[in-house]
């Protein structure tokens, strides 16, 4: 299973463009990058996912450079309800095991 | 449509006692995944059930069992309880036999241990 490395933590400030890297070196043909946002006290809801180049939906968009040993989660214009902890998964089709890492805590300051 | 819901919202338990989480799938769900959740940490997946059957197992102990029902809803039971089953424990359903399918969690169970 491949591992995950994210930066524990970023501030942003309300309307910039927030760009969340996570490093996952030893992907494998059939792993398919997601990403999910936990507030406190609830369950991590699920953004996006993607197998290569770029995903985007109505709120984020996902890039993954040819390698794949790296994805981007990018939130535009961010705003205050935006502050979570945000989790990158790297899925291996057939092992249905999910393993999260440690998040990256966002913060978004006024 | 009812999203994923769990019960207990809270419980508190002594150590070596047992304890039977429940989870009702989304509608139209039919896998079932239980994680743990300490406190400052990320989601470790415990285990998954699919068509009644433990599909897949995280790294823990046999402490931790599970049961899918005909209805798909779950339940994780967990024996002997320790300090360290101290979190929240999640479900989360997704619909179908992809394992990337996108999973939708429950608000979670605090479990306490004293």
Known sequence: LAKTTQPISMDSYEGQEVNITCSHNNIATNDYITWYQQFPSQGPRFIIQGYKTKVTNEVASLFIPADRKSSTLSLPRVSLSDTAVYYCLVVTSGTYKYIFGTGTRLKVLA | ?114
């Open chain 2, 1 to 114: 449509d009812a999203g994923v819901t769990q019960s207990p919202t809270h419980l508190i338990k002594t150590r070596g006692q047992q304890v039977t989480l429940r989870c009702s799938p989304k509608s139209g769900h039919d896998t079932v995944s239980w994680y743990q959740q300490a406190l400052g940490q990320g989601p470790q997946f415990i285990f998954q059930y699919y068509e009644e059957e433990e599909r897949q197992r995280g790294n823990f102990p046999d402490r931790f069992s599970g049961h899918q029902f005909p209805n798909y809803s779950s339940e994780l039971n967990v024996n002997a309880l320790l300090l360290g089953d101290s979190a929240l424990y999640l479900c989360a359903s997704s619909f179908g036999d992809r394992d990337y399918n996108e999973q939708f969690f429950g608000p979670g169970t605090r479990l306490t241990v004293l």
